[in-house]
């Protein structure tokens, strides 16, 4: 055996290197190639291949040998280039499925990013709004003690029955009492004359007589002619308005002559330089004017030095009072020019209820078929004021 025969052998590393190579430039070409030579080398006898044995041994080579030799290590070339190739392919499939999971995790990140700056923001809008509802809240509590303050003082100064018949029992000069009949019913008359007094008022028919406003289509103008004829108009609750459509707000461009409301505009007047102020300018004509003795919790809206201009749906708002003392000086001081103040009551408690009068004010003895209609309806006295018997009384006689 010569140099040149051993030459040609191969190791089973080289020879695996060289036809993986081969195979992975082109497997096609590899189809079938080797099946005649592996056929064959099942069919050789035993001292063949024992023979065959020793060749390899020796490393001795031939290009027929080499050729079975390639067809023998072929198919385990093919195997572990099909399992590197599943291999990889399973590795790209594992990339790709990483891919995903980092594409949808990356998405899941955006995603709870995105929702905790909303979560974010929705607690910053919570927080203020949580911080105006408090601020809120602590003015409306400071408006309310303001309002009670101020409620209190008014009320401890208006006249009321109890003290007018306490005082008429006593013998005061000053008051006296008589009933005039009407109906089924006597109606109680407290004549004052010179007994000190202050009142809480409203015109129930200011928008009828008041000279300004005579024409016809003013706003709620046929709500004060309703509620002279019928009393219990006034007394109806809110429920029962709001049912009857009428509960409507005036405004600079609506003007309902029908329209009801939730404000009781009424004004404070004393037997002082407050005199003046219970009903305004009649025109000369006798005003129906209920009178209130007391102010329940959470009423007065507002208090102003001259007409307020305020709205018939003002009762739904917040109360105005803020600082007692600013407050009751408007009360006890007119503006300049003005004739009366206003205070603005909502109508309606907390329930509903209207906000009933205490007593009908009539002056100098002139007492009308409406006063007595709704005293009687009530059951509520009439308080009849002789203005000639306060100092502020001038006689039209001497002017």
Known sequence: MNKMEKSHYQSDADRFDRLYAQYDEAPFLYADVNDGILEERQKQSLFHKLGRKVLDFLKISTPTLEQERDAEMLPHVIAAYDAIENAHEAIN????????????????LE???????????????????????SSAKTEMFRRQRAQEIVEREISSRLLTVDKLEEEALAGDSGVSVRSIPYGDDDVKVYDLRGFPYALLTTAIDFKVYKPSILEEGVAGIETARAVIKNPALWAQRRDEVEKSGSMRKIGPNVSLTDARGTTIHASYSDSGKLHNGRSGNSGGRVPLTYGFSKV????????YSNDGGTSNMEGDDMTHISDPATFMGRLDNLAPGAK????T???YSENGMPMLPDYIVAEDGIITEAMLKHAAYFGIPIVNIENKYYDYYKDPAAA
């Open 93 to 108: 499939v594992t990339r790709k499925n990483i891919s995903k999971i980092n594409s949808a995790t990356t998405a899941r």
């Open 111 to 133: 995603a709870l990013a995105e929702k905790e700056k909303e979560e974010k923001g929705r607690r910053e809008a919570f927080d203020y709004t949580l911080s105006k509802a």
């Open 296 to 303: 329940t919790g959470d009423r007065i809206i507002g208090i």
């Open 340 to 343: 009366y103040n206003e205070i």
């Open 345 to 347: 009551m909502r109508r």
